[in-house]
C-alpha cells in the first residue's frame, strides 16, 4: 500500500513537471513567433517587446497556473518578474535584430 501511494505521488510529480515543460515551451515558441513577425517593423522596439509580451499573455498564464504554489510563491509577483524578464529578452532580441538591419 505504502508503495502505491510512493507511486501514485512520484506519477503526480513527473506529470505536473511535464505539463509546466509544454506550457513552457508554448510560451517560449509563442514569443518566438511574435519576435519573428514584428521584428522588420520600424516601431520603437520598447513597444514592440509590449505587444509581443501581451500576445503571448495567455500562455504565461497557462504556464503560473500550472506551476505548484509553494510557501513563498507568489503568482502575482512571479507573473510581474517573468514579464519583466522576458520584456528584456525580447526587446535584446529586437535591437540585436535592429543593428544588423536597419529601418529605412
Avoid: W, Y
Wanted: charged share 25%; proline share 5%; glycine share 6%.
Amino acid at each position: 500500500m505504502k508503495a502505491m501511494l510512493c507511486l501514485l505521488v512520484m506519477g503526480a510529480t513527473i506529470c505536473t513537471a511535464g505539463a509546466e515543460t509544454t506550457k513552457r515551451e508554448a510560451f517560449e515558441a509563442c514569443l518566438g513567433a511574435g519576435i519573428d513577425r514584428f521584428k522588420g517593423l520600424c516601431e520603437p522596439a520598447d513597444l514592440l517587446a509590449r505587444a509581443i509580451l501581451f500576445e503571448c499573455n495567455p500562455q504565461l498564464t497557462d504556464l503560473l497556473i500550472s506551476m505548484p504554489l509553494g510557501p513563498s510563491n507568489d503568482r502575482v509577483a512571479l507573473a510581474e518578474k517573468h514579464r519583466r524578464d522576458k520584456t528584456e529578452e525580447v526587446l535584446t532580441l529586437l535591437l540585436e535584430h535592429r543593428l544588423q538591419h536597419p529601418c529605412r
